[in-house]
């Protein structure tokens, strides 16, 4: 049972680091403290998913929230 709850521990940390790098990604001026303070928000929240979606918005900065996707990513897609 350790060995599996070390298991998921060390996947769950990828995601994260992921999703770190993704938020970086997306929004480059975003500090490092600004990620980490968005990814303990998110583990903080409720787990009722529907109050997740307005909770979620309040937190994530406009740039983050745009749909925007660069003339880099159109190519990359295509």
Known sequence: MEKNQNNLTS????????????????????????????IEAAQQSPPDASSAPNDARRSIPPSLGSNHVSKDMEEDMM
Request: glycine residues 8%; neutral net charge; aromatic residues 0%.
């Open 11 to 38: 996947k769950l940390d990828g995601l994260t680091n992921l999703i770190k790098t993704l938020l970086q990604q997306v929004n480059p001026g975003m500090s490092a403290e600004q990620v980490q303070v968005m």
